[in-house]
């Protein structure tokens, strides 16, 4: 299995609410993509910013993923709600 976890940047000031809604939607349009597993969003208990883990079974349907149309209309949705970029780190799980 092939995991990303992402950090996001800060979210702009008021468009929380808007994040999480983008989150939702762009998991409905990633969901549909060979390979997805799962994809959730993490709030930090104690202040900071979102993270997420995403799932997907190989690196390789993670980049058919990453590559499509539906990725950049899901970057260009979401980067202007940031204060920054997002910062993945790529993982391949070696023990379930």
């Known amino acids: 299995m092939f995991i990303v976890i992402i950090n996001f940047p800060p979210i702009k000031d008021g468009k929380d609410a808007e994040f999480r809604e983008w989150f939702s939607w ?3 349009e990633f969901a549909k993509h060979e390979g997805f597993i799962s ?8 202040g900071g910013n979102y993270a997420a883990i995403v799932e997907h079974k190989s690196q390789e349907t993670f980049m058919a993923m990453h ?15 940031f204060n920054g ?11 379930e």
């Open 26 to 28: 762009s998991n409905t």
């Open 39 to 46: 994809r959730r969003l993490l709030k930090p208990l104690k």
């Open 67 to 81: 590559t499509s149309p539906a990725h950049d209309e899901a970057g260009k949705r979401v980067q202007p709600l």
């Open 85 to 95: 970029n997002p910062t993945p780190t790529f993982y391949e799980a070696i023990v």
